[in-house]
Structures are given as structure tokens and as C-alpha cells.
């Protein structure tokens, strides 16, 4: 028999998420996203406030094609104007307009913001959050977001828990405390609650968590209160929101279900899908994914120490607090100066191959001495594997570089548009060959110049691209002198990789990352055997 409460996860990604600097969703985007939250088994989702914009109230429109199983959707508005009727209020017929059988209303909780900031005496705060509560209940399922309620609390108890309760009698199912300006502590949190708790016991209203992350601790707040007696928490994938962000419902789900004792999410069903949601949403926003990330960043099970890799080969929860696959997220050993001969025979063995001692310190030795340069190998597996293969005689060149020459600069007065060209001389099985190519801006030109090169030996050049290209000055200090490093990420049909370059001269630092990229191409492709002359 199951004897775990269940908890209802409120996802507001859609329109809280959005108000965090620099993200932007499109129409197409909420869809998508929507429908993602939807297949992983969000309880709610919030599309957004149909009054603000033309987009959120198109979405609402649009995700009525949408088939989002058991999940609900919710639009979100505020409590009626003051001086006016609900049922005249143009954000409360919005509401309505966008049809969801789930409607979150926002209302005042702290005296001084009602009087303050809206204006109104305390009474009419009251009647205002009564009146609309009681107004749209006949229509949908009420979800009352008490805004800043741990500050009301603070501030005026009395009057604070005279708002919810407010919202309570008049027909809310969900009672949602907001620590709005996220500045609160577990205990703080825990001690709300449980005398809110007491107080809306009563009316057998549901309660809820909404925190944001302004004091770090809006994970450690949200399972606070599920402690102190909430059922639902609310907050966005990867923790996107205004200023500091929201709780990152990505950790909150994961404590739950894998820490928490007691309690179930989603069912119960598996989170194997939720670093995948979690990249998906990065992605959707063209936000950089945070490596750090607990439980689904890439470096949440990334281990560089050799000492850690050392013991993590033996046992993996020695330095691991979990199986990454059950979050699907996965082990990364990475190697650098601070590795051993762990790190190396790990990701040697990573790749089906083994490798003796000697060889081993023979890797670390050259590792060693290229970070020493400035090559950093944690984010370049390819060039990585290309080292390894040079330290064990098994590399085998399939291009010889001869001469290359870059101009760049010029403007291009029929395209009014800036042009780089590169000039190649590269030897490929026994013969010279001269190309050059065009592009927009030199390592494109490069790029274009060197695949044209070779695509005659090895037409599976073709089928690779690059996809990113990331520059850093290594010793700032040197100036215009500067080591620089240059990382190349290059992808085909079937995966990516990633490779690095370092010099003085950031045409031969980019050179030398893409020279890696497409021997790494080629060293992987089986029909990459040069013939014995051009076709």
C-alpha cells in the first residue's frame, strides 16, 4: 500500500520564468515548452497573464490543440480594481476569455502594500481578494497566490491571515504562500506555515509554496514547507524568474523524489527525462545551460581529483550522492594537471580501449605539460582522444599542413558586407594540394577552404559542420601578446565534439582546434581511409 503523500508541482516557467533578465519566449516556444512540462507529468501549468500581452493571450488559444494529458492549465491574473465589480473588470473577463479549468489570482497579503501600493483601505484589500475568489470559483479551479505573505506575516500576522482566509471562505481550493521577495529562512518558513496551517484548517483548503531565490534558499524553503503541511510548490525548470530566479523546480522535484522520505511527484513515475527537460528549456530560451546545476548540470557528476576518480572507480557513491542516470544525467571523469592515473585510465577505458602504466604517465606527463600552455582538456574530449592516441603511436594523420594564408578585412562593395579569405596548401597521400575559399570572417573561411581541400579524399567531410567557436585570453596580462585558447564545437548526423587550439596567434590557435575537429571526423569514420589517389 502507498502511504507517500502526493504533491501537485505548479509549473510557472511560462510566465514567471519569463520575467528573468534577458529570457524571451516566442508563442512557439510556450507551445513547445508546454507541451515538454506536459509529457513529464507537471501537475499545473501556468501560460501566462492573458491581459499583459497579445502573445499569452494567443497561447491560451493555441494550447487548446494541445494534448496535455492530465496536466491543467492555468491563467494567471490579479484580484478586480478597486472601486469596481469583478464581473466588470476587464483582467478578470480575460481570465475567463482564456477558457482554463485552472485560474491562479494574485492578491495583497502585507497591510502596507495594500495601502501603500495599491492604495486601498485594508477592508476593500479584503473585499477585493473575496470578491474575485468568489467570482471566477463558478468557472474554474481557484489557485490564490498570497503575494508577499511571509512579509505581511511578518509585518501584520494578524492581517495576513486574514487575507487567505479571506480568499479561503470565499471558494480557493489552493491557498499559495509567496515569499515574493525571497528573503526568508526554512525556519521562518516553517513557522508560517504551520500557523497558517492551523488557522485555514477549517475550510479544507489545499496549501502551496511559491518562493524566489533572492537569499539562495529557495529550494531549502519549498521543502520547509511541504514539511510544515503544503501540497503544492510552484516554480519554474532551472530556476529562471526575476532577479535571483525562482525555486529551480529541476532540485525541488529531485529532493523530493530521491531524498525527501514520505512524499511522491508525478505519480511516482521516473525523472530519467528531466536533464533532457532541463536542456530543452536552455535551449528553447538560448540561455547558456549552468554547468553547475545540481543533480542535472554537467558537472553535477563531473570528477576531476585524482583522488576522487581513483575512489569513484571503485565505489561511485564515494563521491557521488546519487545515480545520475535516474535524473538522465551521466558520469563525467574529467583530466587535467590535478588529474592521476585514474582520470586517464577512465576515460581511456570510457572508449573501449585499455592502457599500462607507462602509458599512462606518459599521457598525464603531456597534460601536464599543455595545460601548462593553456590547453584545457575538461570541455575538448576530441583533441583529448587525439592526444592519447599520439602518446600511443596509434595516430595516424590523414592531411599534412604546408602553408595557409588569411585575408581578411577587405570590404566587399557587391555584397557591402566585410569578407576573409584563406589560401591552403595541404599534402594528402603523397600529393599538394592548393585551395581557398571564402567565408564570413576567417576561421569560416578556413573551415570552407579546408573541407574543399579534402572532401575529394574524404567525402565525409561533408557531413560535418561547425556549430560553435569560443575564444579566451589565457594570461591577460601579456596584453596584445596574450596566449589565446580557442574552442571549436563541431557536430555531424550522428553526434558532436569538441575540440581546443592555443597560441599567441588566434588564426593558429583556431587553426589547430579545426585541424582537430576533422581529424577527430576522420579518425571515427571507417570509410576515411585515404584512397590511393583523388577521384
Not at 479561503?168 to 521562518?188: H, M, R
Not at 595541404?426 to 599538394?432: C, G, M, R, S, V
Request: aromatic letters at 8%; a negative charge; one cysteine or more.
Amino acid at each position: 500500500m502507498n502511504t507517500k503523500r502526493s504533491l501537485n508541482i505548479y509549473d510557472t516557467t511560462l510566465r514567471d520564468g519569463t520575467q528573468g533578465e534577458g529570457v524571451s519566449l516566442s508563442l512557439q516556444d510556450k507551445l513547445n515548452i508546454a507541451s515538454r512540462l506536459a509529457e513529464i507529468g507537471v501537475d499545473m501549468i501556468e501560460g501566462g497573464y492573458p491581459l499583459s500581452n497579445e502573445k499569452d493571450a494567443m497561447f491560451f488559444q493555441k494550447a487548446k490543440q494541445l494534448d496535455l494529458g492530465k496536466s491543467l492549465l492555468s491563467a494567471f491574473g490579479m484580484t478586480r480594481r478597486r472601486g469596481m465589480k469583478a464581473s466588470d473588470d476587464p483582467g478578470i473577463a480575460a481570465l475567463l476569455a482564456a477558457n482554463t479549468p485552472v485560474i491562479t489570482v494574485v492578491g495583497k497579503s502585507w497591510d502596507f502594500h495594500a495601502t501603500e501600493v495599491l492604495g486601498v483601505s485594508l477592508q476593500e484589500n479584503i473585499d477585493m481578494i473575496a470578491e474575485t475568489v468568489e467570482y471566477l470559483a463558478k468557472y474554474a479551479q481557484i489557485v490564490y497566490d498570497a503575494e508577499h505573505f511571509f512579509d505581511g506575516y511578518r509585518a501584520n500576522p494578524t492581517y495576513a491571515l486574514d487575507a487567505v482566509e479571506a480568499a479561503a471562505k470565499a471558494g480557493a481550493k489552493w491557498i499559495v504562500f509567496c515569499d515574493t521577495n525571497g528573503g526568508s529562512l526554512p525556519e521562518q518558513v516553517a513557522a508560517v506555515v504551520s500557523d497558517a496551517k492551523s488557522r485555514l484548517h477549517p475550510h479544507g483548503v489545499r496549501l502551496g509554496i511559491h518562493c524566489h531565490n533572492d537569499g539562495d534558499l529557495a529550494t531549502a524553503n519549498s521543502l520547509a514547507a511541504i514539511d510544515a503541511g503544503c501540497d503544492q510548490i510552484q516554480g519554474t525548470i532551472n530556476g529562471i524568474g526575476e532577479r535571483c530566479g525562482n525555486a529551480d523546480l529541476v532540485c525541488v522535484i529531485s529532493n523530493l523524489q530521491f531524498k525527501k522520505q514520505g512524499y511522491e511527484v508525478f505519480g511516482g513515475r521516473p525523472l530519467d527525462h528531466l536533464t533532457e527537460l532541463s536542456r530543452f528549456v536552455y535551449e528553447t530560451a538560448n540561455l547558456v545551460p549552468r554547468n553547475s546545476q545540481p543533480f542535472v548540470g554537467r558537472s553535477a557528476f563531473a570528477h576531476k581529483g585524482g583522488m576522487h576518480v581513483h575512489a569513484v572507480n571503485k565505489f561511485a557513491h564515494t563521491y557521488e550522492h546519487m545515480n545520475p542516470a535516474l535524473v538522465g544525467n551521466e558520469r563525467r571523469i574529467l583530466v587535467s594537471e590535478l588529474s592521476g592515473r585514474s582520470n586517464i585510465a577512465a576515460l581511456v577505458q570510457a572508449d573501449g580501449s585499455s592502457v599500462d602504466r607507462k602509458l599512462q604517465d606518459q599521457i598525464l606527463a603531456q597534460v601536464v605539460k599543455q595545460e601548462n600552455q593553456g590547453y584545457q582538456y575538461e570541455a575538448a574530449e576530441a583533441s583529448f582522444d587525439l592526444l592519447v592516441k599520439r602518446c600511443s603511436g596509434t595516430y595516424t594523420p590523414h592531411f599534412e599542413t604546408i602553408k595557409y594564408q588569411i585575408l581578411a578585412g577587405d570590404l566587399d562593395t557587391a555584397r557591402n558586407q566585410q569578407f576573409a579569405e584563406a589560401i591552403l596548401k595541404l599534402k594528402i597521400n603523397n600529393q599538394i594540394c592548393v585551395e581557398a575559399a571564402e567565408g564570413h570572417g576567417p576561421v569560416n573561411a578556413m573551415d570552407a577552404a579546408l573541407r574543399k581541400t579534402l572532401s575529394p579524399f574524404y567525402p565525409c567531410v561533408e557531413t560535418m559542420q561547425l556549430v560553435d567557436y569560443k575564444v579566451r585570453v589565457v594570461n591577460g596580462e601579456a596584453g596584445t601578446a596574450a596566449r589565446i585558447r580557442v574552442n571549436i564545437e563541431s557536430t555531424d548526423e550522428h553526434h558532436s565534439w569538441h575540440t581546443i587550439g592555443v597560441s599567441e596567434n588566434i588564426i593558429e590557435a583556431s587553426w589547430a582546434a579545426l585541424v582537430d575537429a576533422v581529424e577527430y571526423h576522420l579518425h571515427r569514420n571507417h570509410s576515411a581511409t585515404p584512397p590511393n589517389e583523388a577521384s
